[in-house]
């Protein structure tokens, strides 16, 4: 077993890693740029370094510094979390080279899943069912056309690198496919520097499902069920539960079934998600596979009882998998809402800024991963992912009303947040019944559908006790129902603060 580890990432998710090393007994290393100099993470761990300036490049992404650090502080392993160096096929090949231990899959099988075409002609031969369209790099524009016009639109074009939006264009009609097609290549030609794109049919209306995965060294491999990530905005998740209200038993086990098959396709080791797109007459499609643990982890985690990092490092150490398909059991219903600095009632602009105030929910079946404490400023540099907000109980109905109790306890002052959002969500119809799909935001979540509830007598009363005393102190030149407003602010004003009075 390794007895230290450096953990090559920040914020929440290197706080995480740390935790189950400390119950393992595993010394960690942190690194920081100069950003992070007073970050948790960094106080957190038991010798932390500082690898560069504030901006990813000169820091979180110096594969050269993070390797040096490795050899100087004598560490066996490094565990990449997400993001930055944790899919990134040269750094694991480079750490292989100076004998260090990725706890991640080989480089191979990341090259293979982090094409996107490479990975559709990978899992192809093992059965895993694809979505219509074609598995190769578009070539010639007008070639390109004519496959679109056979798989019939509406089509989506797609970059085979990179993720999270970039590269991607829904075309509805033919007279605009060329267009479309150029744009895509140029932002994924900017964003990944390779303008690969390839073409498949677009699926109206579908749910985004997801397979935990985990597999060895030894040829084992498991699924651990489901994860439901439909709510999104601009193709990055913002909310999502296991399992799924809507899988049944058998199209369960055939998801898993597949998932597992794309994991031999790419003979691979260690914690891995396979992608699929739901349509709505319960046909599933292959979309991509995360060679490495997702942000959404903790939901798999409590509902079967397997610490996900730990199965990692272990697996990375040599050992075998510490249990097989039959051993794993779905108990109860778990949700997580990602806290991000984000406005959600200004299009889920980032928000930046110094937390006034800091304050997580307690109690049975909450679970808080996160980076954060009162008068911490918020890095320009990173992902504005500040906290994930996880909450367990024996079935959905009692997880979502959970989840809403939590939500009014977390207080977060200084910054926009993504909490409001998470509220609507928890008290939509459309949610609470299962019937959504990747279109909720779209569909849902406009600024009339966000008008607060009414107040209740208590509060009403404690409002206009507030403004009548407010007046009574003025100068008697404002209006009592100027005072009124001003003390009540703007509907949106009181719904994102009604969770200080209650």
């Known amino acids: 077993m390794f007895k230290k580890i450096l953990i090559a990432n920040r914020g929440e998710i290197a706080i995480r890693v740390m935790r189950t090393c400390r119950e393992m007994g595993i010394a960690t290393v942190a690194i920081y740029s100069e950003a992070d100099a007073q970050a948790l993470h960094v106080r957190y761990a038991d010798e932390a370094y500082c690898v560069g300036g504030a901006a990813s490049a000169d820091s979180y992404l110096r594969m050269d510094r993070i390797i040096d650090l490795c050899k100087q502080t004598g560490v066996e392993a490094v565990h990449p979390g997400y993001g930055f160096l944790s899919e990134n096929a040269h750094f694991a090949r480079a750490l292989k080279e100076h004998g260090i231990v990725l706890i991640g899959p080989s480089a191979e099988s990341m090259e293979v899943m982090g094409s996107k075409i490479a990975s559709k002609q990978a899992v192809k031969a093992f059965g895993v069912p694809l979505v219509p369209g074609i598995d190769e790099a578009i070539k010639n524009p007008d070639d390109a056309l004519q496959v679109a016009i056979e798989v019939g639109f509406p089509v989506l074009v797609k970059a085979s690198a990179g993720g999270g939006g970039k590269g991607m264009r829904v075309v509805e009609r033919k007279e605009d496919f060329l267009g479309a097609l150029q744009m895509a290549q140029n932002e994924a030609r900017s964003a990944f520097g390779d303008d690969s794109v390839f073409i498949e049919k677009y699926v109206g209306s579908p749910r985004h499902i997801e397979i935990q995965l985990m597999a060895d060294n030894y040829g084992n491999a498991c699924y651990l069920f489901e994860r439901e990530c439909s709510i999104q905005r601009r193709h990055q998740k913002l909310v999502e539960e296991a399992p799924s209200a809507v899988l049944t038993p058998e199209i369960r086990r055939a998801m898993g079934e597949a998932a597992v098959n794309v994991a031999k396709a790419c003979n691979y080791s260690g914690a891995g998600t396979v992608e699929f797109l739901l349509s709505d007459n319960r046909e599933f499609y292959f979309l991509e596979m995360n060679t490495r643990l997702q942000v959404e982890h903790p939901v798999t985690e409590l509902i079967t009882g397997i610490d996900l990092v730990r199965e990692q490092i272990l697996v990375a150490a040599g050992e075998k998998l510490s249990f097989a398909q039959e051993d794993l059991k779905i108990h109860g219903h778990a949700i997580e809402l990602r806290i991000c600095a984000e406005d959600p009632m200004n299009q889920f602009l980032p928000n930046v800024g110094k937390v006034e105030t800091y304050k997580v929910p307690q109690g049975s079946g909450i679970r808080v991963d996160d980076c954060m404490e009162s008068g911490m400023e918020i890095p320009i540099y990173y992902d504005n992912m500040l ?98 407003d001003s003390a009540h602010g703007s509907q949106s004003d009181w719904y994102r603060n009604r969770k200080n009075y209650v």
């Open 387 to 484: 906290a994930k907000l996880i909450v367990w109980a024996p079935s959905r109905t009692e997880a979502i009303a959970r989840m809403r109790r939590a939500i009014r306890e977390y207080v977060i002052t200084g910054i926009e947040t993504t909490l409001m959002f998470g509220d609507f969500v928890m008290t939509h119809p459309a949610f609470v019944s299962g019937d959504f799909d990747t279109h909720f935001i779209q569909q849902y979540f406009t600024e009339d559908q966000m008008t607060p509830e009414p107040l209740e007598a208590a509060e009403a009363d404690l409002l206009s006790t507030a403004a009548l005393h407010f007046f009574q102190q003025s100068s008697g030149a404002q209006t009592m129902d100027t005072v009124i």
